[in-house]
């Protein structure tokens, strides 16, 4: 009897223990299964099931008649009924990606052939065939069973490094829903900084709603002020884990990790050749498979359990522009101007000596606008314009343009080819001088002849 095995007879003898006493009468002992099979209990796996009348009957007899060791689960022997075929073809995709899980390979299966095998029956023949094993070797890690009372109570935000696309490292910028599992906002890009996380964060925001919280790590993207000035524009709270080995992270480090072995694993096998290809791809998975596969912790598809929550809570068009512009402090000069980033503005004479926010786009910082305590005092007149974005706001690399399929020097050298076959060759043309030389001299026999 292995560990599994025998999690699960403690499980069951826990179960039936007192149903299974002899002293009681059969009314009692129906009294007793009844009330077990109407309630629900914590199994082995620490999720909570109900077990049918007819199953407790069944461990009751088997304890009797072969005490504890009756109830362990009896390790299935027959012959697979699984098709060779489908076989054969679940052990190639696990060796083609070792990080595949059975779930993977199985999901692959029904997309490719309409039908497949059980994820647990993949599993049990990688088990037999030894290729169950991480390919890292590494014990898989432990995650917190906090849960979040209802949908946009709480989202959860972290970074996950990816692959390289086209010379370039990628990274996921993510916010999972704690409540439903659904990821609320998400997007790769090549940097991994405040322009991209935002850029994942204002999506979900203007397409799930506003949340009550927002759960992230100490990461530099996660600790600026311009994150922390657009979640309080907004009216959520920002939360920061503690240091070293933080609590409650649990769910977006599952969700990486189902990224990992699910997603990555086939852009490994097939990567994609610029980052926005990459997004297109990630988008078609989450909506498509990861949103409506249903989770094994709640029970229901993660996008089912969102829209369960009821209608979000969305900003305005105009206060999701708001949240997202970036302010910095500045100090206006005798002259009445602040300068940003190289560029310089005038303001306000009666801002002179005082601190002022500079509000303004990190895409566009030919436009600012100028706020004192808050109030608006008007936009500022540039002056001096020396670099049109911030520093930190770098923009994707432009994709490559398509290809013409014009091979210019191509078409050049068939034309030289050309002119070449066609041109007069005057090494093989004979001189009449020597063509009369070649003949011999002419005769009057030879003259009677032409006549």
Known sequence: MNDAQRDVALFRYSLIREAADESLTTRQRGVLVRELAAGSHAGPDGRHITVARGTIDRWIRAYRAGGFNALAPVPRLGEPTTPVALRELAVALKREAPRRTAAQVAEIIRTTEGAGPSSRTLQRHFARLGLNTRPDGSAPQSFGRFEAAQPGDLWTGDALHGPVIAGRKTYLFAFIDDNSRALVGYRWGISEDTVRLEAALREGLGARGIPKAAYVDNGSAFVSRQLLRALASLGIRLIHSRPGRPQGRGK??????????????EIEARPPDTVAELNRLFSAWVETVYHRRVHSETGEAPIDRLLAGGSPTLP????????????????????ATVSLHSNVFEVDAALVGSKVDVVFDPFDLTSVEIRFQGRSMGAGIPVVIGRHSHPQARPEAAPAPPPTGIDYLGLLAERREAEIAGAINYAQLALPAAAAMDNGPTTDTDKENQQ
């Open 252 to 265: 977006i480090e599952r969700f990486f990790e189902t990224v990992r072995i699910q997603f990555l694993v």
């Open 316 to 335: 305005t068009p105009a206060a999701l522009h708001e949240a997202f512009l970036w302010s910095e402090t500045r100090m206006v000069t005798k002259t």
